[in-house]
């Protein structure tokens, strides 16, 4: 199976790295973290991109904050599936991140989730992967159960206690 590439702009995203880490972990999905900066790394990022592809990656998550470029980054050098998780880091509570994540120049997408988004992020690429891996798909399947039946489970502790 290919692997998910993720980038983060630095470690203070960590936090919302770690569920998409966790969620590649549940899905049995392979990955990679770095730490690398559109800004302050451009020729490293630039580096990744272009050799991902040749390392078996198929698809990569980069999560940035603020001006939020890392994913745009990485897209412009590699035809790979990008996906954005913009992050809190500022006083506008990451929707400047959201905006520069989001607003992509015509030709070089970036598919964007949610501020803060890693698990949606991770189920968005695993979904990449699962286009021709059944396997796969059948864990996602089976993902999805598992939260609705923590949603069910939830409603029958809620009904339970309000009978008491």
């Known amino acids: 199976m290919k692997a998910i590439g993720i ?5 203070s995203d960590l936090p919302y790295v ?12 392979p990955f990679e973290v770095h730490i690398l900066s559109a800004h302050r790394t451009p020729g490293e990022t630039a580096e990744f991109a272009k050799s991902a592809r040749g390392r078996g990656l ?3 998550i980069a999560f940035a ?8 980054a990485i897209a412009a050098n590699t035809t790979l599936p ?11 509570e990451g929707l ?5 994540t989001v607003q992509m120049p015509s030709g070089i997408p970036v598919a ?11 189920v968005l690429a695993a979904q990449i992967l699962a286009v021709d891996d059944l396997e796969l798909a059948q864990r996602l399947v089976d993902h999805r159960t598992g939260m609705a039946e923590k949603v069910l489970d939830q409603n029958r502790e809620l ?4 009978k008491a």
């Open 18 to 29: 770690q569920k998409a880490i966790d969620t590649l972990k549940d899905l049995e999905i």
């Open 7 to 11: 980038v983060m702009g630095s470690k």
């Open 65 to 72: 904050g603020m001006a939020a470029h890392l994913a745009g």
């Open 82 to 92: 990008v996906i954005g998780v913009p992050c809190p880091g500022s006083n506008l």
């Open 112 to 122: 964007t989730v949610a501020v803060g988004g890693g698990a949606n992020a991770a």
């Open 58 to 60: 198929a698809c990569v």
């Open 159 to 162: 009904q339970e206690q309000l």
């Open 96 to 100: 400047d991140a959201l905006l520069s």
